[in-house]
């Protein structure tokens, strides 16, 4: 299971980034993977205008705006994997590989 965490970095642009649940997302690495000086986590109150999802019910698939979405490179060496479906208890299961077919991916150590 990975979650869906929307950034903003330094230059104010946004960032996705798919963790695995029970890991931590380390803003270091997280920042060098997309290029920026630093990121911070998008404030709660500003996720639904952003994405068009509420906290706890985030997807990478079909947010209002394409936002460069990095995925922690342990999600290749699962068969499947599950993430958010875009609501609360809701999720998709699905091939990594698959995923590039519906929002462009890139992998990346992210955590902690």
Known sequence: ?????V??????KNYVFM?????????????????EKSISMLPQKELLP??????????????????????HL???SFDTIFFSAGKV???VEM???DILGV?????ADLVV
């Open 50 to 71: 952003l994405t068009g999802y509420v906290h706890g019910g985030c997807s990478p698939i079909g947010m209002k705006k394409q936002f460069r979405t990095m995925i």
């Open 89 to 91: 208890g809701a999720q």
């Open 19 to 35: 963790i695995p649940v029970a890991k931590e997302l380390d803003l270091k690495k997280a920042a060098a993977a997309v290029g």
């Open 7 to 12: 950034t903003v970095g330094a230059s104010r």
């Open 1 to 5: 299971m990975f979650k869906t965490l």
């Open 103 to 107: 929002c462009p991916v890139e992998t």
């Open 95 to 97: 091939k990594p590989g």
């Open 74 to 76: 342990t999600a290749m």
